[in-house]
Nanobody
Framework: QVQLVESGGGLVQAGGSLRLSCAAS????????MGWYRQAPGKQRELVAT?????????NYADSVKGRFSISVDNAKNTVYLQMNDLKPEDTAVYYC?????????WGQGTQVTVSS
């Protein structure tokens, strides 16, 4: 059974930083892509950043986080990280880890990130 376990959310002041982690586990589970999405109250879930799992993989970012957030992966640990710098109140949301294995998407339980002004 595949599990995605997130950690690293919390409360931070505007301008601060947080680092999210998500570890994927499961027998023979090797996702092709991992990433982060977020959902603010009353809004739809949106892409934050994704990264292919190959060593020279490419990353994709939402325009709203470019230059502030950085996604990285550890293939050996099936783990994806999201370094979030210069956080803004509009970054407040539940952040969900996502992993793709062939045509199936897996999701974590979500971790709350709250940025105070």
């Amino acid at each position: 059974q595949v599990q995605l376990v997130e950690s690293g959310g919390g409360l931070v002041q505007a301008g601060g930083s947080l680092r999210l982690s998500c570890a994927a586990s499961g027998v023979d589970f090797r996702p092709s892509t991992m990433g982060w999405y977020r959902q603010a109250p009353g809004k739809q879930r949106e892409l934050v950043a994704t990264r292919t799992m190959s060593s020279s993989g490419s990353a994709n970012y939402a325009d709203s986080v470019k230059g502030r957030f950085s996604i990285s992966v550890d293939n050996a640990k099936n783990t994806v990280y999201l370094q979030m710098n210069d956080l803004k109140p509009e970054d407040t949301a539940v952040y969900y880890c996502n992993a793709w294995y062939f045509t199936t998407a897996y999701w974590g339980q979500g971790t709350q990130v709250t940025v105070s002004s």
